[in-house]
């Protein structure tokens, strides 16, 4: 099974609709992340946790938010989804002493 | 904050060909290099990382240079083969245990057979 889960895979909706989309691990990490990846851009950081009750602002927080529900789950929610939040949703994972992030297999979400 | 800028946004090589990509960074607190690597479908994947006190590191075919006076970081490729093709993100971590990464824009290699 693979260490890091996101669901779902591929997620369509129309604007004005909240939307979540989850990831879990098993990798018993503390830290977990929100990445947004667009063409051209790269990846870019919408918010990070680094245990259960911490959460932090990236760079790119405006129109989400999270929950850290448990160690192993980080849900990234859209309140009001818009077109311009069309874009591939990864989530990463890494240890308190460890460098290296994990990344699940990305959600591919369009607003239409 | 930290921005970096990654070159070029596309790279095709003749397979056993060597490739390079540049990746410059503008904050000089900056200790912590990595490299990923995206296949088609998947998450990106670490394949090598460098810190501020080492200038070079090498891992069979690939291999990360790192200039901390002229702030840019390169990533080697030697006898490229078809599964080398991929886009390849660098990023840069201003804090020490990379908590927060800053990646750059992603290079698309493909190697022509």
């Known amino acids: 099974d693979a260490d890091v889960t996101q669901t779902p895979r591929n997620r369509i909706t129309k604007t004005g609709k909240r939307i979540m989309l989850e990831c879990s691990q098993t990798?018993?990490?503390?830290?977990m992340y929100w990445y947004r990846q667009d063409p051209g851009l790269g990846l870019r950081l919408i918010y990070y946790?680094?245990?259960?009750?911490?959460?932090n602002k990236g760079e790119i927080s405006d129109g989400y938010s999270v929950s850290r529900q448990a160690q192993a789950k980080f849900s990234l929610s859209l309140e009001s989804a818009i077109p311009n939040q069309t874009a591939l949703y990864f989530c990463?994972?890494?240890?308190?002493?460890?460098?290296?992030?994990?990344f699940g297999p990305g959600t591919r979400l369009l607003v239409l | 904050g930290e921005n970096v800028e990654q070159h070029p946004s596309t790279l095709s090589v003749q397979e056993g060909d060597s490739a390079v990509i540049k990746c410059t960074y503008s904050d000089s607190a900056s200790n912590y290099f990595p490299w990923y690597k995206q296949e088609l479908g998947k998450g990106p994947q670490l394949i090598i990382d460098i810190r501020s006190n080492v200038g070079e590191k090498k891992d069979q075919r690939i291999a990360v240079t790192l200039n901390k006076t002229a702030k840019h970081f390169s990533l080697h490729i030697t006898e490229t083969q078809p599964e080398d093709s991929a886009v390849y993100f660098c990023a840069a971590s201003p804090f020490q245990g990379a908590q927060k990464l800053v990646f750059g824009q992603g290079t698309r290699l493909t190697i022509n057979p």
């Open positions: 946790s680094f245990d259960v009750k911490d959460i």
């Open positions: 990798k018993g990490h503390d830290r």
């Open positions: 990463a994972t890494s240890g308190d002493s460890q460098e290296t992030q994990y």
